[in-house]
């Protein structure tokens, strides 16, 4: 890494050593994956095999999703305490208790037991975002009759980053 | 606009799963009426943003202390969907099971569904469904064996024993079950016989659904409101839970949603024989008349 114009003991063509991950950085978020995942792993997770955001031990799930953490329990309400404890001890993160959002995905529970996810929140930030919020709602995704396949050659080009 | 409604449809949204997955193919070159479609998308989304895949509570709970988690896929495509280049699209649907009131197993609360375009252009509705099948297979190898890692901590029982598919072409069923190659199918691609492989072993266990019945249906075609609503209805997507309180069923079956006695979303009856047979018809029609304009 060159030396930046902030150093002044940094003549041109030295070269300093980045001691610690800067923000921004391409070698940030690699180095912060290693480290979380070095960490949940020292205090007894294991990752799953079939998917790598996914740790287990017994009686705990965890989903990890960059910064965001995702703790299932079950029977082992003790162990979830502790472990949320151990992560607030390394990490300045906050326990938003029972999930109520994960990346964007809202978790309903009743009070039996039963959940249901839904996107509600995004979906409408989408249509905010596409300036769609006074358009006739309709009752199906696709009209069967245009055929999607057929505009090859007369259709005019639409625009690509909106498309997108 | 087709990269956020991808996001809907991975999350949560089985519905819109092939509306994305046939605006995709213009990601490389968009046009105005593949983009006229996907605002269509976005106007569907408004108006049923509230829908939610529902989790019953699994009825072996009270009886067991471990209870036992099963699934179960389905199975379905468009036979030559894209009218330019005659490839199928192909989807499945996979949800937990839960046993019904013959001892039949329900699907109930989808845990992951795909739309797929295949990859080579099949001959026939057999060789399609047999792809499609041979995908579905893969993805269910897959899921159980996720499934019983994330169980293996946890009180509860992946249940062993082939996964049920659903698929609704007694030909690829047989062609499944028995193996042997005949005329019209000897040029399948060997990959695709892992299938077969897998149903010998006891992996999968393919079996007859009608087309009617058939969940997966949602994932690979365009339909009418009234088939795309009786297919909401078959898949669970619905903007309530079946037991939140609120909602209720009148005489017709017809669920709804009521808040302090006023009606906030009401669900129409199931399609009607006569719509679905002029829908059909149309489609036909609507094949006859591109064919003849490519030849």
Same mark, same amino acid.
């Given at each position: 890494?060159?030396?930046? $114009? ?69 029977? $082992? ?88 | ?47 049923t943003s509230e829908f939610r ?92 064996r996720m499934m019983k890692e ?146």
């Amino acid at each position: 890494m060159n030396g930046s $114009a902030s150093s002044e003991s940094a003549s041109s063509g030295s070269t300093l050593i980045l001691r610690k991950a800067l923000y921004g950085l391409k070698q940030a978020p690699r180095l912060w994956y290693e480290d979380i995942d070095g960490y949940l792993q020292s205090i007894g997770f294991r990752q799953s095999a079939e998917d790598p955001n996914l740790y287990l031990q017994q009686g705990v799930l965890l989903v990890l999703y960059v910064d965001d953490l995702l703790i299932a329990l079950n029977g $082992a309400e003790g162990r979830g305490h502790q472990i949320k404890q151990l992560l607030q001890k390394k990490y300045k993160m906050c326990d938003l208790g029972a999930a109520k959002r994960f990346l964007g995905i809202e978790i309903e529970r009743t009070k039996d037991g039963e959940f249901s996810i839904c996107q509600r929140g995004y979906i409408n930030t989408i249509i905010r975002r596409f300036g769609l919020m006074d358009a006739k709602p309709t009752k199906s995704p696709l009209d069967p009759q245009t055929d999607l396949a057929n505009t090859h050659c007369e259709d005019k080009p639409a625009n690509r980053k909106e498309y997108l | 606009m087709v990269g956020s409604l991808m996001y809907a449809a991975l999350g949560s949204r089985p519905d819109i799963a092939f509306s994305v997955t046939a605006l995709s193919r213009y990601n490389v070159q968009p046009l105005e009426m593949p983009a006229t479609a996907a605002k269509r998308v976005l106007r569907y989304l408004k108006s049923t943003s509230e829908f939610r895949n529902h989790y019953r509570r699994l009825p072996s709970y009270s009886r067991s202390d471990t209870p036992s988690i099963n699934i179960i896929g389905y199975t379905d495509l468009d036979w030559a969907g894209n009218l330019t280049t005659r490839k199928s699209v192909g989807g499945c649907v996979f949800g937990l099971a839960h046993t019904g009131a013959n001892e039949e197993l329900v699907m109930s609360g989808l845990i992951h569904w795909q739309a797929k375009s295949q990859s080579v252009a099949a001959l026939s509705t057999l060789e399609a469904e047999y792809i499609a099948c041979s995908h579905a297979t893969r993805e269910s190898l897959w899921l159980r064996r996720m499934m019983k890692e994330a169980a293996g901590g946890m009180a509860v029982k992946i249940v062993d024993g082939p996964v049920p598919i659903g698929c609704d072409n007694q030909g690829a069923i047989k062609l499944i079950t028995s193996g042997v190659v005949r005329q019209k199918s000897k040029h399948i691609d060997v990959k695709y016989h892992q299938v077969h492989d897998e149903q010998m072993k006891g992996a999968v266990k393919f079996q007859y659904v009608t087309s009617e019945s058939n969940p997966a249906d949602l994932s690979t075609k365009p339909l009418a409101v009234p088939r795309h609503e009786q297919l909401l209805e078959l898949t669970g997507l619905a903007p309530f839970g079946p037991d939140d309180g609120e909602s209720e069923y009148d005489e017709s079956g017809r669920s709804r949603k009521v808040k302090g006695g006023e009606v906030l979303w009401q669900r129409k009856g199931g399609a009607g024989d006569k719509e679905l047979e002029e829908e059909r018809r149309f489609l036909l029609l609507k094949h006859v008349l591109a064919s003849c304009r490519q030849a």
